[in-house]
């Protein structure tokens, strides 16, 4: 069977994916750990299918080789930040902010997003400041559009429309129409808040890989 390689997203950690891969024991998964909160991991998976949330998606199109045996994106994008041939994506100035005030209140900063992200009562305090910084000065610049356009293999997109991070019109513009299905309601946290659904696409993209 296809093994998973599962990327969180700016914030989070592997730790995120425990409710989605709690429904899928029969799947081979590793995770990626970015390292935000201790040591990161960044396991080497020969041909995976790759499950990614929100900048997990642009990281591993800059970072997994190829070939991939498929893609879902959750709540995702390769490139987050607005440009000339862009215009739905987030302005460069709100991830400038960030990036200024992360310098001196990195735990009020993740706080804040994550909060904003849809998480209750966050613990930051083991936060690790420089991954994060790095992160996120990326997450401003990063364009990974015409890396995911190029993948040849099965692709899926899921989105919430009431993402407060990645909004609809983010979404339909990062994805080709026929691979993305919105969610009526949904947020930031699919895995987390529908992962039993979550689980049922990861399952048909697997039998497409």
Sequence with gaps: MTALLCVHGWGFDAGFWDPLLDRLPDFSAERVDLGFYGRPHRPEVKRPLVVAHSMGLAWALANIPRPWAGVLAINAFPRFTRAQHFIEGVPP????????????????????????????????SALEAEPLAQALAWLGKCDERTSYLMLSCPRQALAGLSDPIVPKEMSIASFPVDELVLVEGAGHLLPLTHPDWVASRVRLLAARS
Excluded: K, Q, S, Y
Excluded at 99 to 123: M, N, Q, S, W, Y
């Design 93 to 124: 100035r709100m991830v400038d902010r960030m990036i200024d005030r992360f310098e001196t209140e990195p735990a009020e900063v993740l706080r804040d997003f994550l909060v904003r992200c849809g998480v209750d009562a966050p613990e930051t």
